[in-house]
């Protein structure tokens, strides 16, 4: 079955003023869309890999036929990380996690502010495009980062968080100044979603 491009859980708007309504627009019906068409569009030539789910096909890259391998990777990657990150965000949210996830994020990192300083560096320092994440490996969490739409997934590791650092994300508002941006994103961060990452 074809992958299909899932509808954004929010308002376009809903994001403001951190993430802008044109920016939500483009990224999500022109950028994830066409993650979602190329990805069908390069299954279409092994039609058995449709069988297969996003993750399955993720976690054993290089069991996908050369010819497509590159087009699963960018774009299979591509339509799993934004799906993630339409999740991981929403409307009111930001503040601080509770619970396990906020305990092992104390655990992992000292306190909460040393977290955010971490992930954010992660993304300032990710030269190019790309991605920063917040992993959980077991109980234990990391901070890592990826170019392009490449994923822990595909390193066998499991991302609760992830932050989209391409220029698509945030150019309109805040042109070159993506710092800007992680500061102003984390009043996006959906920690209810994120925790049921954790102990899913
Ligand atoms: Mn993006």
Redesign the pocket.
């Known amino acids: 079955m074809a992958h299909t491009l899932p509808p954004l859980p929010y308002d376009y708007t809903a994001l403001e003023p951190h993430v802008d309504e044109m920016t939500m627009r483009i990224?999500h019906d022109k950028?994830?869309a066409a993650y979602v068409n190329n990805l069908n569009a390069a299954l279409d030539k092994h039609s058995d890999l449709h069988n297969r789910s996003l993750d399955d096909l993720l976690r054993n890259l290089a069991g996908v036929p050369d010819d497509i391998r590159m087009a699963v990777r960018n774009n299979g990657g591509?339509h799993w990380?934004?799906s993630m990150?339409w999740q991981v965000m929403g409307p009111m949210a930001g503040g601080e996690p509770m619970g396990a996830l906020g305990d092992a994020i104390k655990s992992a990192f000292g306190d909460f502010a040393a977290f955010k300083a971490q992930l954010k560096a992660a993304g300032v320092g990710r030269f190019g495009s790309g991605w920063a994440w917040l992993v959980a490996d077991g109980g234990k969490l990391s901070i890592t980062s990826t170019p392009n739409?490449d994923n822990p997934l595909m390193d066998g590791k499991k991302a609760i968080l992830g932050v989209?650092v391409?220029e698509?994300?945030y150019y309109l508002k805040y042109q070159n100044r993506r710092p800007d941006y992680l500061d102003a994103w984390w009043n996006t961060v959906n920690w209810a979603e994120v925790a049921k990452r954790f102990m899913g």
């Open positions: 990224h950028h994830h591509g990380n934004h990150f739409q989209d391409w698509h994300a």
